[in-house]
């Protein structure tokens, strides 16, 4: 067997090579979900794939897959990746690392004689971020069953509809309950991410091993009271939406310090007619709550409600809920997990535990396969802006540790 060896150079090459793709003015990155720059990307990536010999798919709900075939190739693929969208004026390696990183295993794999016994396939996910359609994880939630009804009727600020952008990059909108994947289907999934905080950082190290994947539960409340003068209506007169709004989002914010680990946040506050002189008659606000155990989630999204509820009755005010989403905290899957952190000690390699706090596609593959994550190192805590940078050490030891576990678990999993 070829040693296997990955080629740090060709990682730092494609970065570079995917910078170039959907440059803003600003000085960083803009490649949205479902956009044409988007679509660069993956047509870059294609061509990546088909000089490495792979073999390539796509699915309804535009995700790509590349695959390198396997010694025995009736068993489900081992899978890792990440996307290649990036929010407005992001970072070059916000999902474009564990793609790149990817991509290097698998060429690794490929160049080397005696094959996995398993296929190892290669995601780009579509539309991880934010998208202008006020959606996010488009493709894996569309793997894992968990696109909404209705979702794909969304629009832009420009009119387009989901359904529509989706066309537009090759999807199928009236196939993408079909793009759904039976549990078993996939092995194993392995994705390698940019921390985006400030543990690697701090800790001096260049990759962390991921536990756990934070649910996310969000909320969009209309608090309606009455606007009147606010120099002829007195204090006690008053049913001031915004007054009621600010004692929710302290009181969540309060709550949420009850959770170990959890966070919430309050993030939009509009204000109707929003004017000087006009006690606030109705307010539209959007909150947040994050924690890595499901138990908690759900105790603190009723506390939430339950307080909320109280301060617009003893206000006189009414509270009507527009929309609310969640989803469940996600767990890395001991074997996985093990196989990483066996991989980083064999390599001398100093690996913390690490839980994510944002969301990631590997949070809806755990519902799906036995899920692991990497964290590699973000310089400076940051992410989502132009510059976002990962130390060169951290892209090879993650790929070089994620080789070594496909290995080990290529043997392990049926
Ligand atoms: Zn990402």
């Known amino acids: 067997m070829t040693a296997l060896t990955i080629v740090l150079e060709r990682m730092l090459a494609d970065i570079e090579a995917l910078g170039r793709i959907g440059t803003d003015p600003r000085g960083g990155l803009s490649r949205l979900g479902l956009s044409s720059q988007e679509q660069l990307a993956h047509t870059w990536f294609k061509q990546r794939a088909r000089e490495a010999g792979m073999s390539l798919r796509s699915d309804a709900a535009g ?20 996307h290649l969208d ?39 996910f579509r539309a991880e971020e934010p998208s202008p359609f006020g959606m996010s994880t488009f493709g894996s939630r569309a793997l894992a069953g968990r696109v909404r009804p209705g979702e794909l009727d969304a629009v832009d600020a420009a009119g387009c509809s989901l359904r529509e952008a989706l066309r537009a990059v090759g999807g199928e909108p009236a196939q993408i309950d079909a793009v759904r994947m039976s549990p078993g289907a996939v092995a194993a999934y392995l994705e390698v991410h940019n921390e985006q905080g400030p543990h690697l950082e701090r800790a001096g190290l260049p990759l962390g091993v991921v536990t756990e994947i934070a649910g996310i539960e969000r909320a969009r409340w209309r608090v309606i009271g009455e606007p009147n003068h606010s120099g002829t209506t007195s204090m006690l007169e008053r049913r ?17 310090r009850n959770y170990e680990g959890a966070v919430g946040t309050v993030g939009v506050i509009n204000v109707e007619p929003n004017a000087a002189n006009i006690v606030p ?17 759900q105790a603190l999204g009723n506390a939430v409600e339950r307080a909320a509820r109280a301060i617009v009755e003893r206000r006189g005010l009414r509270l009507e809920e527009l929309a609310r989403t969640g989803s469940v905290p996600a767990s890395a899957d001991p074997v996985v997990r093990d196989a990483l952190e066996e991989a980083c000690t064999a390599r001398g390699l100093t690996a913390p535990l690490l839980r994510s706090m944002a969301g990631h596609d590997a949070s809806h ?50």
Not at 240 to 256: F, H, K, T, W, Y
Not at 366 to 376: C, S
Request: aromatic share 4%; glycine share 6%; proline share 5%.
């Open 240 to 256: 001031d939406a915004l007054m009621a709004s600010a004692e929710i989002a302290l009181e969540l914010e309060r709550l949420a």
């Open 281 to 297: 008659g109705c307010v539209d606000l959007r909150w947040e709550i994050r924690s890595c155990f499901a138990a908690d989630l």
């Open 86 to 124: 990036t929010v407005p004026n992001g970072g070059k390696y916000d999902g474009a690392a564990g793609v790149v990183i990817a991509l290097e295993v698998a060429r690794v794999i490929a160049e080397c004689d005696v094959r996995l016994r398993h296929p190892f396939e290669v995601v780009v």
């Open 365 to 414: 593959m755990a519902a799906l396969t036995k899920m692991g994550m990497l964290f590699i190192r973000s310089t400076g805590a940051k992410s989502h802006v132009p510059e976002e940078h990962s130390p060169p050490e951290s892209l090879a030891a993650a790929a070089a540790v994620m080789l070594d576990a496909l290995v080990r678990l290529d043997r392990m999993l049926d």
């Open 63 to 82: 995700n790509l897959f590349a695959r390198v075939q396997g010694g025995a190739p009736a068993l489900a693929p081992l899978m890792s990746g990440s």
